[in-house]
T-cell receptor, first 115, second 106 residues
Framework: EPEVTQTPSHQVTQMGQEVILRCVPI?????FYWYRQILGQKVEFLVS????????KSEIFDDQFSVERPDGSNFTLKIRSTKLEDSAMYFC?????????????FGPGTRLTVL | GENVEQHPSTLSVQEGDSAVIKCTYS??????FPWYKQELGKRPQLIID?????GEKKDQRIAVTLNKTAKHFSLHITETQPEDSAVYFC?????FGSGTKLNVKP
């Protein structure tokens, strides 16, 4: 069964550095999402992406964040200047769309640690 | 963001008992209501979902009920087993509930 994949599994960075988290959604899915989960807390929505543009974003998704689909398979989340409070697990998800299913399938996550 | 409220935050049951977790939502236009299970350090995994054209859906020991008038939906787990211990999240549109940590005591 196809799965969403994410790399790296763990990223350690210094405060102020830029990081790029990578995701490969399920092939033929049309909708892509990023979520984050601070340790011990709920999963929080960051952004949704469809047809090569952001369709929805939350208050968390400020100017420090950006997303891109640089080719036909990858979907990336960039944090320009990381802060300590960006430390969290970041999950990518994808959904087929086009009325076939509303289910979002999640990747295994990238644990980001900002020192 | 959209309001999704989930209760209780923790639930401890004896093996074999039933567990019920409830969520309320605010988006009247919603028509899809999934429940996710998350084990420690792992991704959320879909365990059951329901669409607004039905009031209840069952899959073995797991069921979900939906009340669109009251805007709430519930997860029911019967004959609980220790491996059911995890955090359960309801989900609506883009937003997760706050999670319920279920502990099934052997």
């Amino acid at each position: 069964e196809p799965e969403v994949t994410q790399t790296p599994s763990h990223q350690v960075t210094q405060m102020g550095q830029e990081v790029i988290l990578r995701c490969v959604p399920i092939s033929n899915h049309l909708y892509f999402y990023w979520y984050r989960q601070i340790l011990g807390q709920k999963v929080e929505f960051l952004v949704s992406f469809y047809n090569n543009e952001i369709s929805e974003k939350s208050e968390i998704f400020d100017d420090q964040f950006s997303v891109e689909r640089p080719d036909g398979s990858n979907f990336t989340l960039k944090i320009r200047s990381t802060k300590l409070e960006d430390s969290a697990m970041y999950f990518c998800a994808s959904r087929a769309g086009q009325g076939r299913t509303d289910t979002q399938y999640f990747g295994p996550g990238t644990r980001l640690t900002v020192l | 963001g959209e309001n999704v409220e989930q209760h209780p935050s923790t639930l401890s049951v004896q093996e074999g008992d039933s567990a019920v977790i409830k969520c309320t939502y605010s988006d009247s236009a919603s028509n899809y209501f999934p429940w996710y299970k998350q084990e420690l350090g792992k991704r959320p995994q879909l365990i059951i979902d329901i669409r607004s054209n039905v009031g209840e859906k069952k899959d073995q020991r797991i069921a979900v009920t939906l009340n669109k008038t009251a805007k709430h939906f519930s997860l029911h787990i019967t004959e609980t087993q220790p491996e059911d211990s995890a955090v359960y999240f309801c989900f609506n549109k883009f937003y997760f509930g706050s999670g319920t940590k279920l502990n099934v005591k052997p």
